[in-house]
Protein backbone atom coordinates (compact mmCIF):
# COMPACT_ATOMS: atom_id res chain seq x y z
CA UNK A 1 0.00 0.00 0.00
CA UNK A 2 2.55 2.04 0.78
CA UNK A 3 5.16 2.45 -2.35
CA UNK A 4 8.31 3.97 -2.78
CA UNK A 5 11.30 4.27 -5.35
CA UNK A 6 8.41 5.06 -7.78
CA UNK A 7 6.75 2.40 -7.75
CA UNK A 8 2.55 3.30 -7.67
CA UNK A 9 -0.56 1.67 -5.93
CA UNK A 10 -4.25 1.98 -7.04
CA UNK A 11 -7.40 1.60 -5.13
CA UNK A 12 -10.00 1.67 -7.47
CA UNK A 13 -14.19 0.69 -6.84
CA UNK A 14 -13.51 1.11 -2.58
CA UNK A 15 -16.38 2.61 -1.22
CA UNK A 16 -14.75 6.24 0.23
CA UNK A 17 -15.12 5.43 3.38
CA UNK A 18 -12.88 1.97 2.93
CA UNK A 19 -10.32 3.45 0.90
CA UNK A 20 -9.51 6.78 3.23
CA UNK A 21 -9.54 4.24 6.02
CA UNK A 22 -6.54 2.12 3.87
CA UNK A 23 -4.90 5.23 3.25
CA UNK A 24 -4.95 6.53 7.05
CA UNK A 25 -3.08 3.50 7.51
CA UNK A 26 -0.38 4.24 4.86
CA UNK A 27 0.52 7.57 6.16
CA UNK A 28 0.68 6.24 9.55
CA UNK A 29 2.83 4.05 8.39
CA UNK A 30 4.92 6.66 6.71
CA UNK A 31 4.99 8.98 9.67
CA UNK A 32 5.68 5.80 12.38
CA UNK A 33 8.93 4.72 9.68
CA UNK A 34 10.23 8.28 9.47
CA UNK A 35 10.27 8.80 5.88
CA UNK A 36 11.53 11.67 4.39
CA UNK A 37 8.90 13.98 2.64
CA UNK A 38 7.04 12.45 0.02
CA UNK A 39 5.97 14.13 -3.33
CA UNK A 40 2.51 12.69 -4.04
CA UNK A 41 0.95 12.06 -6.92
CA UNK A 42 -3.08 11.91 -7.41
CA UNK A 43 -3.69 11.05 -10.77
CA UNK A 44 -1.05 12.86 -12.32
CA UNK A 45 -0.74 16.40 -9.58
CA UNK A 46 1.99 16.65 -7.45
CA UNK A 47 1.79 17.47 -4.28
CA UNK A 48 4.49 18.83 -2.34
CA UNK A 49 3.06 18.00 1.65
CA UNK A 50 5.57 19.03 3.52
CA UNK A 51 5.00 23.23 2.71
CA UNK A 52 6.08 24.96 6.26
CA UNK A 53 2.93 27.21 5.86
CA UNK A 54 0.64 24.46 6.05
CA UNK A 55 -1.07 23.93 9.53
CA UNK A 56 -1.89 20.70 8.57
CA UNK A 57 -0.03 18.87 6.12
CA UNK A 58 -2.06 15.44 6.35
CA UNK A 59 -5.34 17.57 6.35
CA UNK A 60 -3.93 19.18 2.36
CA UNK A 61 -2.46 15.36 1.76
CA UNK A 62 -6.39 14.08 2.07
CA UNK A 63 -8.11 16.77 0.12
CA UNK A 64 -5.66 16.98 -2.81
CA UNK A 65 -5.48 12.84 -3.37
CA UNK A 66 -8.86 12.11 -3.05
CA UNK A 67 -10.66 11.76 -6.56
CA UNK A 68 -14.25 10.91 -7.24
CA UNK A 69 -15.79 8.35 -10.06
CA UNK A 70 -19.50 8.93 -8.84
CA UNK A 71 -21.39 9.57 -5.79
CA UNK A 72 -20.25 6.60 -3.20
CA UNK A 73 -16.72 5.53 -5.00
CA UNK A 74 -13.33 6.54 -4.79
CA UNK A 75 -10.42 6.16 -7.50
CA UNK A 76 -6.78 6.78 -6.21
CA UNK A 77 -3.95 6.14 -7.92
CA UNK A 78 -1.43 7.42 -6.05
CA UNK A 79 2.77 7.39 -6.90
CA UNK A 80 4.57 7.67 -3.94
CA UNK A 81 8.84 8.06 -3.73
CA UNK A 82 11.29 9.49 -0.75
CA UNK A 83 13.48 12.30 -1.14
CA UNK A 84 16.00 14.28 1.46
CA UNK A 85 14.68 16.87 3.47
CA UNK A 86 12.96 17.15 6.67
CA UNK A 87 10.95 15.42 8.65
CA UNK A 88 7.28 15.62 6.81
CA UNK A 89 5.02 13.87 9.51
CA UNK A 90 5.26 13.42 13.21
CA UNK A 91 3.87 9.39 14.13
CA UNK A 92 0.07 10.23 13.15
CA UNK A 93 0.39 13.60 13.01
CA UNK A 94 -3.12 15.56 11.49
CA UNK A 95 -5.21 12.73 11.42
CA UNK A 96 -6.93 13.60 14.82
CA UNK A 97 -7.10 16.93 13.02
CA UNK A 98 -8.86 15.77 9.97
CA UNK A 99 -12.87 15.80 9.88
CA UNK A 100 -14.62 13.43 7.80
CA UNK A 101 -17.97 13.39 6.77
CA UNK A 102 -20.13 10.66 6.29
CA UNK A 103 -20.46 9.41 2.83
CA UNK A 104 -24.05 10.19 2.49
CA UNK A 105 -22.90 13.74 3.45
CA UNK A 106 -22.14 16.50 0.31
CA UNK A 107 -19.65 17.73 3.00
CA UNK A 108 -16.54 15.60 1.77
CA UNK A 109 -14.48 17.19 4.83
CA UNK A 110 -13.69 20.80 6.54
CA UNK A 111 -10.32 22.15 6.88
CA UNK A 112 -9.89 25.25 8.75
CA UNK A 113 -8.61 28.77 7.16
CA UNK A 114 -4.97 29.75 7.66
CA UNK A 115 -2.65 32.75 5.45
CA UNK A 116 -3.20 30.52 2.44
CA UNK A 117 -6.19 28.76 1.89
CA UNK A 118 -6.25 24.70 0.54
CA UNK A 119 -6.84 24.58 -2.99
CA UNK A 120 -7.69 21.82 -5.06
CA UNK A 121 -6.73 21.29 -8.88
CA UNK A 122 -7.54 23.05 -11.39
CA UNK A 123 -6.66 25.68 -8.71
CA UNK A 124 -3.22 26.35 -7.11
CA UNK A 125 -3.12 28.97 -4.62
CA UNK A 126 -5.64 31.19 -2.22
CA UNK A 127 -4.84 33.97 -0.33
CA UNK A 128 -7.35 36.14 1.53
CA UNK A 129 -5.55 40.00 2.24
CA UNK A 130 -7.18 41.62 5.25
CA UNK A 131 -5.09 44.43 6.01
CA UNK A 132 -6.78 47.30 8.57
CA UNK A 133 -3.56 49.84 6.80
CA UNK A 134 -3.50 53.15 8.52
CA UNK A 135 -3.83 56.25 7.37
CA UNK A 136 -1.07 57.02 4.54
CA UNK A 137 1.79 59.52 4.98
CA UNK A 138 1.26 61.86 1.77
CA UNK A 139 4.17 59.14 0.28
CA UNK A 140 1.57 56.24 -0.05
CA UNK A 141 3.25 54.47 3.06
CA UNK A 142 2.60 54.22 6.59
CA UNK A 143 4.39 56.62 9.38
CA UNK A 144 8.07 55.86 9.45
CA UNK A 145 7.68 54.99 13.27
CA UNK A 146 5.13 52.42 12.25
CA UNK A 147 7.95 50.08 10.41
CA UNK A 148 9.47 49.91 13.60
CA UNK A 149 10.17 46.28 14.58
CA UNK A 150 8.95 44.46 10.21
CA UNK A 151 11.35 42.60 8.80
CA UNK A 152 10.95 44.93 5.50
CA UNK A 153 11.07 43.25 1.58
CA UNK A 154 9.46 40.10 3.72
CA UNK A 155 6.91 41.20 6.35
CA UNK A 156 4.05 39.03 6.88
CA UNK A 157 3.92 39.17 10.58
CA UNK A 158 0.60 40.87 11.02
CA UNK A 159 1.75 43.62 13.11
CA UNK A 160 -0.64 46.08 14.32
CA UNK A 161 -3.47 44.40 11.37
CA UNK A 162 -1.43 45.21 8.57
CA UNK A 163 1.18 43.80 6.72
CA UNK A 164 3.98 45.21 4.23
CA UNK A 165 4.64 42.05 2.76
CA UNK A 166 7.76 42.39 0.09
CA UNK A 167 7.33 46.41 0.05
CA UNK A 168 9.67 48.71 1.87
CA UNK A 169 8.05 51.82 2.05
CA UNK A 170 4.54 51.00 0.05
CA UNK A 171 2.84 47.89 1.06
CA UNK A 172 2.90 44.88 -1.66
CA UNK A 173 4.62 43.19 -3.95
CA UNK A 174 7.17 45.05 -5.98
CA UNK A 175 8.16 43.36 -9.08
CA UNK A 176 8.02 39.80 -9.83
CA UNK A 177 8.20 36.97 -12.73
CA UNK A 178 5.55 34.23 -13.38
CA UNK A 179 4.35 31.72 -15.85
CA UNK A 180 2.22 28.93 -16.74
CA UNK A 181 -0.68 29.81 -14.92
CA UNK A 182 -3.33 32.49 -14.27
CA UNK A 183 -3.62 35.35 -11.24
CA UNK A 184 -7.47 36.22 -9.97
CA UNK A 185 -7.44 39.38 -8.11
CA UNK A 186 -10.71 40.18 -6.59
CA UNK A 187 -10.67 43.39 -4.74
CA UNK A 188 -13.33 43.96 -2.15
CA UNK A 189 -12.56 46.95 -0.24
CA UNK A 190 -9.23 49.65 -0.78
CA UNK A 191 -7.21 49.77 -3.88
CA UNK A 192 -4.38 47.71 -5.76
CA UNK A 193 -1.76 49.58 -7.89
CA UNK A 194 -1.15 47.15 -10.64
CA UNK A 195 1.71 47.58 -13.82
CA UNK A 196 3.60 45.20 -16.23
CA UNK A 197 5.80 43.94 -18.52
CA UNK A 198 3.27 44.24 -21.46
CA UNK A 199 3.48 48.24 -20.41
CA UNK A 200 -0.10 47.56 -18.85
CA UNK A 201 -0.85 49.51 -15.61
CA UNK A 202 -4.32 49.92 -13.88
CA UNK A 203 -5.51 50.98 -10.37
CA UNK A 204 -8.75 49.05 -9.21
CA UNK A 205 -10.54 47.79 -6.37
CA UNK A 206 -13.81 48.47 -4.09
CA UNK A 207 -15.15 45.35 -6.19
CA UNK A 208 -13.26 45.29 -9.11
CA UNK A 209 -10.97 41.98 -10.34
CA UNK A 210 -8.48 41.82 -12.97
CA UNK A 211 -7.81 38.72 -14.47
CA UNK A 212 -3.90 38.26 -16.03
CA UNK A 213 -2.70 35.55 -17.78
CA UNK A 214 1.00 34.62 -16.75
CA UNK A 215 1.21 32.54 -20.17
CA UNK A 216 4.66 32.40 -21.56
CA UNK A 217 5.74 34.75 -19.16
CA UNK A 218 5.28 37.90 -17.42
CA UNK A 219 6.95 40.59 -14.66
CA UNK A 220 4.60 42.43 -12.84
CA UNK A 221 3.62 44.23 -9.40
CA UNK A 222 1.10 45.03 -6.91
CA UNK A 223 1.33 47.49 -4.61
CA UNK A 224 -1.30 48.82 -2.04
CA UNK A 225 -0.77 52.37 -1.75
CA UNK A 226 -1.97 54.73 1.60
CA UNK A 227 -4.01 57.15 -0.51
CA UNK A 228 -5.95 58.99 2.16
CA UNK A 229 -3.89 60.71 4.70
CA UNK A 230 -6.63 61.99 6.93
CA UNK A 231 -8.43 58.36 8.00
CA UNK A 232 -7.58 54.43 7.51
CA UNK A 233 -6.90 52.76 4.37
CA UNK A 234 -8.67 49.19 4.62
CA UNK A 235 -7.75 46.49 2.23
CA UNK A 236 -9.21 43.10 1.62
CA UNK A 237 -8.80 41.19 -1.56
CA UNK A 238 -8.32 37.95 -2.71
CA UNK A 239 -5.86 36.54 -4.72
CA UNK A 240 -6.58 32.92 -6.64
CA UNK A 241 -3.63 30.75 -8.84
CA UNK A 242 -5.73 29.29 -11.99
CA UNK A 243 -3.58 26.66 -13.58
CA UNK A 244 -3.39 26.70 -17.24
CA UNK A 245 -3.15 23.32 -18.89
CA UNK A 246 -0.14 22.33 -21.52
CA UNK A 247 -1.59 23.70 -24.37
CA UNK A 248 -2.02 27.15 -23.08
CA UNK A 249 1.28 27.67 -20.98
CA UNK A 250 3.20 29.24 -23.35
CA UNK A 251 0.48 31.57 -24.91
CA UNK A 252 1.44 34.76 -24.42
CA UNK A 253 0.34 36.79 -21.37
CA UNK A 254 -2.94 38.63 -21.55
CA UNK A 255 -4.90 41.21 -19.18
CA UNK A 256 -8.17 41.58 -18.35
CA UNK A 257 -10.24 43.73 -16.04
CA UNK A 258 -13.40 43.30 -14.62
CA UNK A 259 -15.34 46.12 -13.31
CA UNK A 260 -17.55 45.90 -10.60
CA UNK A 261 -20.33 47.73 -12.41
CA UNK A 262 -19.95 44.83 -14.92
CA UNK A 263 -20.04 41.67 -13.39
CA UNK A 264 -23.55 39.70 -13.42
CA UNK A 265 -25.02 39.49 -9.21
CA UNK A 266 -27.82 37.41 -8.16
CA UNK A 267 -29.86 38.84 -5.97
CA UNK A 268 -32.44 36.05 -3.98
CA UNK A 269 -34.94 36.99 -1.79
CA UNK A 270 -35.55 33.62 0.49
CA UNK A 271 -39.75 32.95 1.86
CA UNK A 272 -38.85 35.39 4.83
CA UNK A 273 -37.80 38.26 2.72
CA UNK A 274 -33.77 37.83 3.65
CA UNK A 275 -31.24 38.21 0.62
CA UNK A 276 -28.19 36.46 -0.42
CA UNK A 277 -26.47 38.38 -3.26
CA UNK A 278 -23.36 36.19 -5.42
CA UNK A 279 -21.30 38.02 -7.10
CA UNK A 280 -20.24 35.76 -10.24
CA UNK A 281 -17.05 36.34 -11.76
CA UNK A 282 -16.78 33.34 -13.43
CA UNK A 283 -19.06 30.51 -14.36
CA UNK A 284 -22.91 30.43 -15.35
CA UNK A 285 -25.44 30.25 -12.07
CA UNK A 286 -29.04 30.12 -12.91
CA UNK A 287 -30.66 33.05 -12.43
CA UNK A 288 -28.39 35.93 -12.82
CA UNK A 289 -26.97 37.23 -16.51
CA UNK A 290 -24.06 35.48 -18.15
CA UNK A 291 -20.38 35.69 -16.44
CA UNK A 292 -17.77 38.39 -18.25
CA UNK A 293 -15.63 36.12 -21.02
CA UNK A 294 -12.31 34.43 -19.31
CA UNK A 295 -8.96 35.44 -21.23
CA UNK A 296 -9.32 33.12 -23.88
CA UNK A 297 -6.15 30.78 -22.56
CA UNK A 298 -7.76 29.97 -19.67
CA UNK A 299 -8.90 26.66 -18.28
CA UNK A 300 -12.26 28.43 -17.63
CA UNK A 301 -12.65 29.13 -21.38
CA UNK A 302 -12.30 25.50 -22.35
CA UNK A 303 -15.66 23.87 -22.83
CA UNK A 304 -16.22 21.51 -20.09
CA UNK A 305 -13.79 22.92 -17.42
CA UNK A 306 -17.05 24.48 -15.37
CA UNK A 307 -14.50 26.81 -13.58
CA UNK A 308 -16.37 28.93 -11.23
CA UNK A 309 -15.62 31.67 -8.80
CA UNK A 310 -18.11 33.20 -6.89
CA UNK A 311 -18.88 35.26 -3.58
CA UNK A 312 -21.47 34.78 -1.79
CA UNK A 313 -23.30 36.96 0.67
CA UNK A 314 -25.77 35.85 2.72
CA UNK A 315 -27.89 38.67 5.24
CA UNK A 316 -28.13 37.61 8.64
CA UNK A 317 -31.61 34.75 8.54
CA UNK A 318 -30.81 34.27 4.43
CA UNK A 319 -31.32 30.95 3.12
CA UNK A 320 -29.64 30.09 -0.44
CA UNK A 321 -29.44 26.95 -1.98
CA UNK A 322 -25.82 26.62 -4.07
CA UNK A 323 -26.79 24.45 -7.32
CA UNK A 324 -25.10 21.62 -8.19
CA UNK A 325 -22.37 21.94 -10.85
CA UNK A 326 -23.01 20.92 -14.25
CA UNK A 327 -19.49 18.60 -14.61
CA UNK A 328 -19.82 15.25 -12.67
CA UNK A 329 -16.01 15.70 -12.69
CA UNK A 330 -15.98 18.73 -11.07
CA UNK A 331 -14.47 19.62 -7.59
CA UNK A 332 -15.58 22.76 -5.08
CA UNK A 333 -14.17 24.34 -2.00
CA UNK A 334 -16.71 26.67 -0.34
CA UNK A 335 -14.75 29.30 2.22
CA UNK A 336 -16.38 30.46 5.13
CA UNK A 337 -14.42 33.47 5.78
CA UNK A 338 -16.61 36.21 7.44
CA UNK A 339 -19.67 35.95 9.61
CA UNK A 340 -20.94 34.95 13.28
CA UNK A 341 -23.17 32.02 12.00
CA UNK A 342 -23.81 29.26 9.41
CA UNK A 343 -25.44 26.09 8.50
CA UNK A 344 -24.91 24.10 6.00
CA UNK A 345 -27.21 21.23 4.94
CA UNK A 346 -28.67 21.84 8.96
CA UNK A 347 -25.41 21.32 10.63
CA UNK A 348 -23.71 24.40 12.04
CA UNK A 349 -20.45 24.80 11.04
CA UNK A 350 -17.43 26.15 12.68
CA UNK A 351 -15.87 29.92 11.68
CA UNK A 352 -12.89 30.43 9.40
CA UNK A 353 -13.63 26.53 7.48
CA UNK A 354 -13.09 25.54 4.01
CA UNK A 355 -15.56 22.77 2.98
CA UNK A 356 -15.19 20.33 0.28
CA UNK A 357 -18.22 19.39 -1.10
CA UNK A 358 -19.54 17.14 -3.21
CA UNK A 359 -20.31 18.91 -6.81
CA UNK A 360 -23.36 16.90 -7.47
CA UNK A 361 -25.26 17.69 -4.81
CA UNK A 362 -27.39 21.09 -4.19
CA UNK A 363 -26.58 22.47 -0.52
CA UNK A 364 -28.52 24.47 1.43
CA UNK A 365 -27.05 27.41 3.15
CA UNK A 366 -28.61 28.78 6.01
CA UNK A 367 -26.91 32.70 8.14
CA UNK A 368 -27.79 31.56 11.14
CA UNK A 369 -25.84 34.37 12.72
CA UNK A 370 -26.13 38.63 13.32
CA UNK A 371 -24.06 39.49 10.87
CA UNK A 372 -23.81 39.01 6.64
CA UNK A 373 -22.08 35.26 5.75
CA UNK A 374 -19.49 36.07 3.43
CA UNK A 375 -18.13 32.72 1.26
CA UNK A 376 -15.89 32.03 -1.66
CA UNK A 377 -17.15 29.48 -4.30
CA UNK A 378 -14.08 27.62 -5.83
CA UNK A 379 -15.09 25.27 -8.22
CA UNK A 380 -13.64 23.30 -11.48
CA UNK A 381 -12.94 20.27 -13.35
CA UNK A 382 -9.30 18.87 -12.70
CA UNK A 383 -6.65 19.31 -15.33
CA UNK A 384 -5.28 15.63 -15.45
CA UNK A 385 -1.36 17.03 -16.32
CA UNK A 386 1.23 16.87 -13.82
CA UNK A 387 2.10 19.92 -12.23
CA UNK A 388 6.08 21.18 -11.48
CA UNK A 389 6.69 24.35 -9.13
CA UNK A 390 8.62 26.50 -8.21
CA UNK A 391 7.65 29.92 -6.82
CA UNK A 392 6.77 32.03 -9.29
CA UNK A 393 6.29 28.90 -12.04
CA UNK A 394 4.15 26.39 -12.50
CA UNK A 395 4.68 24.06 -15.34
CA UNK A 396 4.69 20.07 -16.06
CA UNK A 397 7.81 18.89 -15.61
CA UNK A 398 11.12 19.83 -14.02
CA UNK A 399 13.20 20.62 -17.06
CA UNK A 400 10.26 22.80 -18.28
CA UNK A 401 10.72 24.72 -14.35
CA UNK A 402 14.38 25.06 -15.25
CA UNK A 403 13.78 26.13 -18.50
CA UNK A 404 11.71 29.21 -17.01
CA UNK A 405 14.37 30.11 -15.02
CA UNK A 406 16.82 30.44 -17.67
CA UNK A 407 14.52 32.52 -19.95
CA UNK A 408 13.65 34.65 -17.07
CA UNK A 409 17.24 35.14 -16.37
CA UNK A 410 18.07 35.86 -20.46
CA UNK A 411 14.96 37.84 -21.74
CA UNK A 412 13.68 38.91 -18.31
CA UNK A 413 10.29 38.05 -19.84
CA UNK A 414 10.31 41.48 -22.08
CA UNK A 415 12.14 43.55 -19.80
CA UNK A 416 10.61 46.05 -17.65
CA UNK A 417 9.56 49.68 -18.78
CA UNK A 418 8.89 51.20 -15.69
CA UNK A 419 11.30 53.66 -14.14
CA UNK A 420 10.70 51.68 -10.30
CA UNK A 421 10.09 48.65 -9.43
CA UNK A 422 7.27 49.44 -7.29
CA UNK A 423 5.38 52.18 -9.25
CA UNK A 424 2.44 53.82 -7.81
CA UNK A 425 0.15 55.77 -9.90
CA UNK A 426 -0.27 59.32 -8.14
CA UNK A 427 -2.56 60.59 -5.42
CA UNK A 428 -5.89 60.29 -7.09
CA UNK A 429 -8.32 57.60 -6.08
CA UNK A 430 -9.57 56.82 -9.28
CA UNK A 431 -9.98 53.69 -10.75
CA UNK A 432 -8.91 52.93 -14.46
CA UNK A 433 -6.60 50.64 -16.76
CA UNK A 434 -4.24 51.33 -19.28
CA UNK A 435 -3.68 48.52 -22.22
CA UNK A 436 -0.75 47.49 -23.72
CA UNK A 437 0.30 49.92 -26.26
CA UNK A 438 -2.51 52.63 -25.49
CA UNK A 439 -2.21 55.85 -24.50
CA UNK A 440 -5.65 56.34 -23.44
CA UNK A 441 -6.76 55.33 -19.75
CA UNK A 442 -9.64 52.53 -19.67
CA UNK A 443 -12.70 53.89 -17.14
CA UNK A 444 -15.32 51.72 -15.28
CA UNK A 445 -18.61 52.47 -16.65
CA UNK A 446 -19.60 54.64 -14.22
CA UNK A 447 -16.88 57.07 -14.05
CA UNK A 448 -16.18 56.92 -17.93
Known amino acids: MLCTNRRAACICGLGRSAALQILAIATAIAAVCALQPIPIRSAGFPLDVCRASLAHPTALFWQQCVVHCGPSKT ?5 LFTTRGPQCFGAGAGLKGLLMSSPASPILRRLPLGSQWPCMNPFLFCAHHLDAYPKGNGAYGPDAALLTGRNLGHDFSGQDGWNMYHGHTVPGFPVHPHRGFETITLVRQGMLDHADSLGAM ?6 DVQWMTAGSGVQHTEMFPLLHTDRPNPLQLFQIWLNLPASHKMDPAH ?3 YWN ?4 RLHHHDAAGHTTTVTVVAGPLPGAEAP ?7 WAAQAGSDVAVWIIELAPGAQWQLPAA ?3 EAVRVLYWYEGDGLSVENKTEQAQTALQLDSQHAVQLHNTGQQT ?5 LQGVPIDEPVARYGPFVMNTEAEIHQAISDYRRTQFGGWPWPESAPVHGPTPRRFARRPGKTEDERPPAAA
Not at 261 to 264: A, K, R, S
Open 202 to 207: ARFGEG
Open 261 to 264: ETIP
Open 75 to 79: ALKLQ
Open 255 to 257: FTM
Open 292 to 298: LPPPPAS
Open 326 to 328: TNK
Open 373 to 377: AALLL
